[in-house]
């Protein structure tokens, strides 16, 4: 965690031994169709990583790929020093028993774009729910954890709400304080701001500042330019299963080299 | 609208305001509500009376035969095969939902077969179908299969009696119908459930049992509770093999007696009397389940109870409504 925030993470070959992601040549297609080709990724330890592109470029296929919700057809993604989801056996790698994949995912937090609480479950029994039953914490200790959770996404007196009484922004900090109970080593976010009116997004971009600014390493894909260009280290510019631009958010997104970038930069601001 | 936002007071203050805006509003008068109410109260005072009056109706009959040993024998039975039928069936309800939900083609197809063919006979034919088990094989043997390796054999008519084969028919039967309960109640709860149960580190048992599971039940409970009562009333079929429950009792009563009528209404008070105490529990699992879908649940009948005790009291007026909601079990 001692890593300094170096941001020339263009040439990813010389970064790839100290970064906590390492994404190399990752394929993935669905049927016929290519969603990944040849993407090559890494994140240092500490900083934050925002994936930007139009719907379809693959970015969400790609954070999925991640903490292994989707399978992919080549290539390696390491988290931590650790394939996630496949063994190596030569050249060739096989997938994982779920029970060794649910294992590498409790490491992984991840937030949704639809939140996905468990609506029977209170804000709290949510929080609680993977620390006392996969991770076998004790009760008492998981429950003062989540409320201190709860108090640090600004929701301590939600406690006993259930998620249909919340608003999409308290359901998404619930999702947040869910993800980071099992204190993870990475947080993925999958649009986390695209299901929620305007007025609520700003409280859900606040909590995930304050959380990279504690040091959490962070892959985003969000359309907040706004966001990525105040918190990210790194931006990413995906478009057809590729990488067009990667680099500080000052050169990608004040200065793209690339003429899709620069489209697709126009079309959101 | 002015006077919508008006501060309060502001009558007393507006001379003008208090004229032809001032006025009470009468809702509806609904007389026919009240013409319905009699008629329909006249025609089950007719009803009432024609049973009473009878002659060939005789309700000492009725009173005789509600405890008689046999009767109760009788119930206890169909308790019996409601209770194991329905708990069987239920769990090889979630194997085949299981099967129809993988993407094994062959479980798959089998799944389906089986849902196909107990779905579309009539129950009776399979009531009769395991009654003559003993026609099709005359031994049963416990063995491996396509071997000629046997441990044990029986006759079929020793091992299967009508008790037996009425509650084979019945569990399979039920079976095909529970899955298609179960499937629904799966199919029903959103995938970004599961995906965000796995993105915790939830294995897919854990995910099953504890995220997946109570959610379908929302949706399995009512569809269950009808099949629960179906299967108790369905028990009577089995008076064709001869299974000694509630109804076969009674017919064979009825059959030395001639008292037709009356044993037939002793068995239906019997029958009421069941399902009624069944949907009992059904109520409150239904609470249990629903916990977070609803802003507020309704009030159990004991809490209805306890509000009206409390209202006929003078008191304190009620508490305006709120969005707070109970919370079951904390």
Redesign the interface.
Known sequence: MNMSMTQTVAEPEARHSEALVQIRRVRKSFGAHEVLRDISLSVPAGTVTVLLGPSGSGKSTLLRCVNHLETIDGGRIIVDGELIGYRQAGHKTHEMSPRQIAKQRQGIGMVFQRFNLFPHMTALENIMEAPVGVAGRPRAMAKSRALELLDRVGLADFAGHYPAQLSGGQQQRIAIARALAMEPKLMLFDEPTSALDPELVGDVLDVMRELAREGMTMIVVTHEIGFARGVADQVVFMDGGVVVEAGPPQEVLDNPQRQRTRNFLESVQ | MTSATLPRGAAETDPGFATDDDVEAIPLRRPWRWISAVVVLALLAWFVSVIATNPNLDFATVGLFLFDPRILEGVWLTILITVISMAVSTILAIVIAAMRLSSNPVLLSVAWFYVWAFRGTPVLVQIVLWGYLGLLFDQIRLGIPLTDVVFGSMDTNALVTPFVAGLLALTLNQAAYSSEIVRAGMMSV?E??R??????????L?TFR??LL??AM?VIIPPMGNELISMLKNTSLLSVIAVMELYTQASVISSTNLKQVELLIVVSIWYLFMTSVLSVPQYYLERR?G?????NLPPTPIQRLRKALQSRKPGPAPAPPT?A?E?IG?
Do not use: K, W
Request: net charge positive.
């Open positions: 959103d970004g459930q995906e965000a149960a796995y993105s915790l580190g939830m294995s897919p854990y504890r995220v109570p959610q929302r389940f916990r977070g879908s609803t802003r969005n909601v919370v904390a």
